[in-house]
T-cell receptor
Framework: KAGVTQTPRYLIKTRGQQVTLSCSPISGHRSVSWYQQTPGQGLQFLFEYFSETQRNKGNFPGRFSGRQFSNSRSEMNVSTLELGDSALYLC???????????????FGPGTRLTVL | AQSVTQLGSHVSVSEGALVLLRCNYSSSVPPYLFWYVQYPNQGLQLLLKYTSAATLVKGINGFEAEFKKSETSFHLTKPSAHMSDAAEYFCAVSITGRRALTFGSGTRLQVQP
């Protein structure tokens, strides 16, 4: 079974631009979560989607948004990029169950975004 | 809210020596606990998880962890380190009904020949 795929793997943008990152979950996984990883702040939860609906959101400004499509693929968008948005953005997929918290999350390789 | 503290941002061991990576958690409700490993330029791979079934959890690559509620700890151990274990390790917590993981700051494990 193919793993979580993220595109692109590397991206360079300039301040003020916007960017869209894509994530394809493992086949059959309906929940997709996004995380930001930086040297200073570590790994931080951005948001989670299930059935095209945002289920949980982390403590990030409104410039960070996402969506999920009917095939469970997800995109996240960052508008008006700032230097501090430079990070590795990780997508994770999991099976959906009512309990939620015990589901293993399978991570993709990430998209490394550099903002100049 | 949940939180995770990993003591020691860098740990160095000799090949063949015991690996001990420390993780303490804080949660107002019963937690689910995870250990992930990250190799350079890669995503996170699950080593093991605690979901209340058993306090001693065995994972992949010879790693195991013990959930100790009284100490709010979930330390990761491996009896004998291998060079291929060199990586960054993250402890994470989640709770029922919420898939979002709260991660510790990570511990970089170095294995000396």
């Amino acid at each position: 079974k193919a793993g979580v795929t993220q595109t692109p793997r590397y991206l360079i943008k300039t301040r003020g631009q916007q960017v869209t990152l894509s994530c394809s979950p493992i086949s059959g996984h309906r929940s997709v979560s996004w995380y930001q990883q930086t040297p200073g702040q570590g790994l931080q939860f951005l948001f989670e989607y299930f059935s095209e609906t945002q289920r949980n959101k982390g403590n990030f400004p409104g410039r960070f948004s996402g969506r999920q499509f009917s095939n469970s693929r997800s995109e996240m968008n960052v508008s008006t990029l700032e230097l501090g948005d430079s990070a590795l953005y990780l997508c994770a997929s999991s099976l959906f169950s009512p309990s939620g918290g015990d589901n293993e999350q399978f991570f993709g390789p990430g998209t490394r975004l550099t903002v100049l | 809210a949940q939180s995770v503290t990993q003591l020691g941002s860098h740990v160095s061991v000799s090949e063949g020596a015991l690996v001990l990576l420390r993780c303490n958690y804080s949660s107002s409700v019963p937690p689910y606990l995870f250990w992930y490993v990250q190799y350079p330029n890669q995503g996170l791979q699950l080593l093991l998880k605690y979901t209340s079934a058993a306090t001693l959890v065995k994972g992949i690559n010879g790693f195991e962890a013990e959930f100790k509620k009284s100490e709010t700890s979930f330390h990761l151990t491996k009896p004998s380190a291998h060079m291929s274990d060199a990586a960054e390790y993250f402890c994470a917590v989640s709770i029922t009904g919420r898939r979002a993981l709260t991660f510790g700051s990570g511990t970089r494990l170095q294995v000396q020949p």
